[in-house]
């Protein structure tokens, strides 16, 4: 059940409608736990009872964590609770790219292997709910927040069907607090709810999926491709792979509004990053905060010198890659982040002495030439996020840097212009509307709800017509 669908719309309807319907508190509460487990339950009812079951073992560990005062029973909790969520994610996610990359070592060391390889369904969204899950049962061992004591609650935290799929990656102390407060109806929340909705369905009909018919072709055989159709697809990736995991994080967003609940913000307009390291912290945040809170600090953080933060970094950002995909490139991909962000560092330390340096840098020129130069990084990087095999993204590499001819881009130009386009017109909005906030709020109150309303079923038919076709998947859920 995509997010860009019909099915979603009625689905969503819905669920609104019967949950403002109900006047109490609980029963909002189960409604929305069994719509979240039907809508989990449409791509595969026995994945479905798996999260359930999971979700039901995290809360009785956490139940025995918060009762226990030995430290040697609370950390065998919560090492049983560990091994049960990474086993999985390990088990259906990463166990046959581990036996292939065992065969193909051993096959490099002349012996003669051949590995079974596993027939397993990989469970939509397991890395974000599995992320959540471990986030919960650390953070009531560290005595950070105390265990839920309604199951129902702790159910829905886990698989609130708005960031069930593809985030935002929750925190139990932010979305746990939020049912046991009373809900009202808000007409200003719910032209919130909708615009964002509208926004996240422009972003990935309109934009990303239009670019997807230029990326597509190149990247499945980019030797055949001209150097300028293959800086033309590796852009229009960059643009891509934005747009639409954005969308989806804008329709989480705007489906939870309409529930009265509010997710975290998982993008600042990244491509307005003025280096890789504000790039981080702009771009998919709610993971970006969640790899520095459970891996980066408790690894050491950068307290203890140069070389162990640097190290950190990339075991950090490496760590980031596998979670993405269980691939080479995905783990090289996020072994260059971890390096980029090493260089960063060592960069910011080599102008302290050199403070006109700086100043021009930091002036609207020079940050005009940072944040260019930071997407170029950007783009550069992420074709090992889309190349299906290495050979295939230094193929691609060597197309953008070594001249050469071949097929021109695909499809028409135009389209991709309009596309980024609408793109720069976006950020352009962001930023205007970052810098008079006062001035925004004040206009969307005033607003009635049904303009508000008319406005956003227009961007969604407007994106709509725009739509390549058939409705492709977000790239997100496959991990």
């Known amino acids: 059940m995509l997010f860009t669908t019909g099915e979603y719309v009625l689905f969503l309807t819905a669920v609104v409608t019967l949950y403002w319907l109900t006047p109490y508190r609980r029963v909002r509460i189960w409604i929305l736990l069994v719509a979240s487990f039907v809508f989990y339950a449409s791509w595969n009812r026995w994945l479905a009872l798996l999260v359930a079951a999971t979700s039901v073992a995290d809360y009785f560990f956490g139940r025995a964590m918060d009762a226990a005062d030995r430290p040697a029973i609370r950390k065998a909790l919560l090492a049983a609770s560990l091994v049960m969520n990474l086993g999985l994610l ?55 927040i105390p265990a839920e004591r309604n199951l129902d609650h702790f159910l829905l935290f886990i698989v609130f069907f708005p960031h069930l799929v593809a985030g935002p990656i929750v925190r139990a102390a932010d979305l746990l607090p939020q049912m046991a407060r009373p809900k009202r109806w808000s007409w200003p929340r719910v032209g919130l709810g909708l615009g964002l909705l509208a926004v996240g369905a422009f972003k990935k009909l309109a934009i990303a999926d239009r670019m997807g018919l230029f990326v597509d072709p190149v990247f499945a055989s980019p030797a055949s491709y001209s150097s300028a159709a293959v800086w033309t697809a590796a852009v229009g990736f960059a643009i891509q792979v934005y747009c639409d995991f954005s969308g989806y994080s804008d329709m989480a967003l705007g489906a939870a509004h309409l529930l009265g609940y509010k997710l975290v913000i998982n993008f600042r307009m990244p491509f307005l990053a003025p280096n890789i390291a504000v790039f981080w912290r702009r771009w998919h945040i709610s993971l970006s905060s969640w790899l520095r809170d459970y891996l980066f600090i408790p690894l050491g953080g950068s307290r203890h010198g140069t070389w162990k933060t640097n190290r950190n970094l ?33 960069w910011v330390r080599l102008l302290e002495p050199f403070p006109v340096v700086r100043a021009g840098l930091l002036s609207p020129p020079g940050t005009t030439l940072r944040v260019g130069f930071t997407f170029l990084l950007f783009v550069l990087t992420v074709v090992f996020f889309r190349a299906p095999t290495p050979s295939t993204a230094w193929v691609v590499l060597d197309r953008l840097f ?23 017109a976006g950020h352009a909005a962001g930023w205007y509307l970052t810098r008079s906030p006062f001035v925004w709020r004040r206009a969307w109150l005033r607003t009635p709800a049904p303009v508000l309303g008319a406005a956003g079923a227009g961007a969604i038919v407007f994106a709509v017509l725009l739509a390549p076709g058939a409705t492709r998947a977000f790239i997100y859920f496959q991990f």
């Open 90 to 144: 390990c088990f259906f996610k990463y166990a046959n790219f581990f036996l292939r990359s065992l065969e193909d070592g051993l096959r490099a060391a002349g012996a003669s292997a051949s590995l079974p390889v596993l027939s397993v369904i990989l469970p939509v969204g397991i890395s974000f709910y599995t992320f959540e899950a471990i986030s919960y049962t650390v953070d009531v061992f560290r005595r950070r």
């Open 314 to 346: 990339l075991v950090t950002m490496t760590l980031a890659g596998l979670w993405h995909g269980a691939s080479w490139p995905f783990v090289f991909w996020g072994f260059l982040q971890g390096a980029l962000l090493v260089v960063h560092r060592w």
């Open 402 to 424: 070594v001249p050469a001819g071949g097929l021109p881009t695909p499809l028409l130009m135009r389209g991709f212009w309009v596309s980024v386009a609408f793109l720069v």
